[in-house]
Each structure stands twice: as C-alpha cells, then as structure tokens.
C-alpha cells in the first residue's frame, strides 16, 4: 500500500530538449504511486512541454545542464521539506519503465527491513545501490549525514569521480551511519561468467584504453572485469526479477557487448509494456 506521503524526485536530461514519448508512462507510474513528484531537467525545454509536464508533476524545474544527476538530485530535494515524508525516492530518466506496474514492486518491499533500498546494487569502486531508482525511508531523510551529503553537491567534471563520491558514497555514508540497504533483486554471476566477462575484455584495443586510462590517472584498472547487472542479466531481471525497468544505454549503446538480440520478444513476452516506445527512441537516438 502507497504511503500517504511519499515524495519523487524525477530527473532529465534530452540531447534535442524535449521530454520523449517513452518518459510520459513512467511519470503517470510516479505520479500514481506518490504524493508530491518533482521534475528535474536540464533539458532546454518548450513551453509546451513544460505544461504537458506540469499535468503530472507538483514541481517541473529547468536548470543549467552542469553537474549531472546528483546535481539535479540536490536542486529537487531542496525544492520541497523533504524531512516531512514518509519516504523519497530519487530517480533518473535513463530507464525505459514501467515493464511491471510499479505498485508491485513497492508492495514486495514493503516488508523487507532496511532504511533505503533500491532495485540494483553494484560493487564496482565500492559497494552501492545504483542510483536510477533509490528509495529512502523517513530515519534516513531526518538523519544530518543525508542532510549534509546533499548540501555539500558539488559540480564536478569527471563521471569517474561522481560515481566515486556520490553514487558509492551515499550508500557508503549511509551505511557507516548505521542504516541498512536492500535491493529487490539480485544475481551474482558464476565464476566462469566472470571468467568469461573478463576474457572478452582482453581484446587488443581494451587493453590499450584501459590502460591509457589508468596511467592518466581516469580509471582503475579493475574496471576492465567490472559487472553490471543491468546489463549482463537484463533477461534474468525482466523474467525472473520482475523488475519493471530496462535500461536505455543496455539498448542504445551496449557498450559491454551483451547478447540482446531478444530484447523486444522478451518485453512482449512477459510484460505488457509498448516496445513501439522503445523503438521510436533508439530511432531517435540513433538518428535514423
């Protein structure tokens, strides 16, 4: 069952400023399964996609595109008394969604007991719950390390080191300060995955990248086994997970090389979700 006070925070971001087709059901979803939802973009937006926008959401903010998510994050919470709510949820734009309705992934997690909880989590650079879709509940929102962390944003340049300090350290602050994370799902590769993972990585060409990289002082070297659930167990997730999200750069970019030939069968298969939308955007995107 919803709570009668849980609160969104929404973020966005599009190359040709606009809010795609394939965002509105997500923002219906949020909207359904909230009190008070937030938009956040730092799209150059129209007037009239503002006000398409503003049928759904309490707040629609349009800012300068500088500091990525965690930035857009900071502006929306401060936007609204967030301490006030039951629990808040911050969110990004970088998934195609709702497979699933998203009431039955509140309602499997209702019970489960931690104080913030998200749908994947990672230990890539640090353990982590992975900030597309985060959930944190009432101690947490009233607790001055959440408070401080959000106040302390800062715009910084390099993606490597948002990750670094703002994805792995909310989680990592949160958890020092004595608060539990769960994810609603989770599969960990066997070890002849991760074998495999690791060696079709060791072309030639990745090896000298990564190691360009890591000399210049951009990446670590463990990056180049690193796993990304999203991506290696997009099917498991779907089908087994039910998670209601996948995620837009599995399809768009792949840059991990998955196998995803059978990823519109599989949405029509299992899910209810309109692949005409994912479609149209990856045309869009791809500039076909």
């Not at 707040?59 to 301490?83: A, C, H, K, P, W």
């Not at 734009?93 to 007991?113: G, I």
């Amino acid at each position: 069952m919803m709570p009668s006070n849980r609160a969104v925070v929404l973020v966005h971001y599009d190359r040709d400023d606009i809010v795609d087709s394939y965002l509105f059901p997500y923002i219906q979803s949020l909207k359904d399964n909230s009190s008070h939802l937030v938009f956040v973009s730092t799209a150059k937006l129209s007037n009239s996609d503002v006000k398409k926008l503003e049928v759904y959401c309490d707040i629609v903010i349009l800012r300068e595109n500088i500091g990525y998510d965690f930035m857009s994050y900071s502006v929306g919470l401060e936007s609204f008394t967030y301490q006030d709510y039951d629990e808040v949820i911050l969110c990004n734009d970088s998934v195609y969604a709702p497979l699933y309705p998203l009431e039955n992934l509140f309602t499997s997690m209702q019970n489960t007991p931690c104080d913030f909880w998200g749908i994947t989590d990672n230990t890539d650079m640090g353990y982590h719950i992975q900030s597309y879709f985060i959930l944190f509940k009432s101690p947490i929102l009233k607790h001055k390390a959440f408070q401080d962390f959000w106040q302390n944003i800062e715009v910084l340049e390099s993606k490597i080191a948002i990750i670094e300090r703002y994805e792995v350290g909310l989680s990592q602050i949160l958890i020092k300060a004595g608060f539990i994370p769960r994810v609603s799902t989770h599969f960990q590769p066997s070890f002849w995955q991760k074998l495999s993972i690791f060696l079709a990585k060791l072309t030639p060409k990745n090896i000298i990248k990564k190691f360009k990289s890591f000399r210049e002082g951009r990446v670590r070297l463990v990056r180049i086994g690193k796993i990304n659930s999203t991506h290696y167990f997009w099917k498991e997730l779907v089908t087994q997970g039910k998670v209601p999200f996948i995620k837009i750069e599995l399809l768009r970019d792949n840059p991990l090389g998955v196998d995803i030939k059978e990823v519109e069968k599989t949405i029509e298969k299992y899910t209810d979700y309109d692949t005409k939308l994912i479609i149209n955007h990856l045309q869009r995107m791809k500039g076909s």
